[in-house]
Structures are given as C-alpha cells and as structure tokens.
C-alpha cells in the first residue's frame, strides 16, 4: 500500500508564507601553510589546553556566537583526520568539512591558498551545496573562527543578537580587528564574499597573466 504524503497545514495556508529563520553558518580556515615545527599532523591539531585543540577551540567559538552549523575549510588528505577528531558536531552544531584542492598551474595564491582564499572558497562551496535543497536554508551570514586566534570566548554568547544581525561583526583587540591581519573572528554575508571573491579570482588572473 503506497504511504501518502501529508503536507503541513502551514504549507496549505497561502496566506501564511514561509519565514525564513537567520542562520549562522561557522567557517574554519585550516588548509594554509604548514609550521615548521615538524609535527605529522596539521598545526590546527596542536593541543592550546588539555584534551583542547586548536580547531576544536575554534569550532567552540562557532558555537558560543551562535552559529547554526560549522564548516571546516581543509586539504583533502586532513578530511578523515579532521572528522575522526571533532566528529559529526560540536554540542548539537552540525559539523561538516570541505576539501579544497590545490591546482598545480595556478599561481602560488591557490597552489598555497591564504585565510583569504579558504574563506571566500568556503563560502561560495556552502552556498553552492544548500541551493539545491532549499533557499530557506542558505545561511545569512557566515562567522569566520581561526584555529590560531586565541582568546577568551565566553563572552561571545553575550553578543549573539549582534552577531547575527545584518551589520558586520569585528572581534577587537587594542582597536584592531581582522581587517589589521589579526586572526580575530567576524562575519560577512554572501554578498561582500562573493565581491571579494571576484576580485580575488581578478587578481589571480591579473598575476598570471
């Protein structure tokens, strides 16, 4: 006997349209240059407290901003590495991770990709794999988390509305912020990414040319 599929009573009211909800999307840059400290694994494996990483600190700065789910930006070789340490989430925030590639006859901006280049990839990618499933899901904004910015975040949840309001967001220290080139978290929306993104891929293609 075929199963019949219901529809929401919601769905069947036209004059109620669908809201949608603002959704948080975390991104964690981790495919730069190694250290050379000389370690196998990946730096953002390096411990900063006990049974505490450097990505799992990050990942806990996803959740104390508030965001809905965390995106790990890595080579394709750290994918299983990443995933066997942090697992499929972080209290309850589902964990996903995105491997980008190096190309061997690009310029040295994408054989060895910057923060920059991690998260305007990151982005684009994210919004590329929800599309499909739903508009209703694409994230609002994105906040950026460094494995390598280390500083107290607890008091991010005090912040949250800030954070995840349609203005952007500066973590600041000494009147400085990630605009300086400090690995201090923010946010951006889609629109200032895919901008920055054109213009990277401008440049990448001014420098080779």
Excluded at 77 to 94: A, E, F, T
Aim: glycine share 6%; aromatic share 12%.
């Amino acid at each position: 006997m075929r199963r019949q599929f219901r529809t929401p009573a919601a769905l069947l009211d036209s004059n109620k349209p669908l809201e949608r909800t603002p959704h948080l999307a975390g991104v964690i840059p981790i495919a730069v240059n190694k250290s050379d400290f000389g370690f196998p694994w990946d730096d953002c494996l390096m411990p900063v407290d006990r049974n505490l990483t450097a990505l799992e600190r990050a990942a806990m700065q996803c959740v104390y901003a508030g965001c809905n789910t965390i995106w790990i930006i890595a080579w394709p070789d750290m994918q299983l590495l990443v995933k066997k340490r942090i697992g499929n989430s972080v209290m309850g925030i589902p964990v996903y991770v995105l491997s980008i590639k190096k190309h061997s006859k690009r310029s040295t901006f994408t054989e060895k990709p910057s923060y920059i280049y991690n998260i305007l990839f990151g982005i684009k990618t994210i919004r590329k794999l929800i599309k499909p499933i739903s508009v209703l899901l694409q994230p609002s904004r994105f906040f950026v988390s460094f494995p390598f910015g280390i500083y107290p975040i607890g008091p991010l949840k005090n912040y949250r509305s800030q954070i995840t309001q349609n203005e952007s967001f500066y973590i600041g220290y000494n009147g400085k912020t990630a605009a300086d080139n400090l690995l201090l978290g923010f946010t951006i929306d889609h629109i200032d990414a895919a901008k920055a993104f054109a213009l990277f891929q401008y440049k990448i293609y001014d420098y080779e040319n």
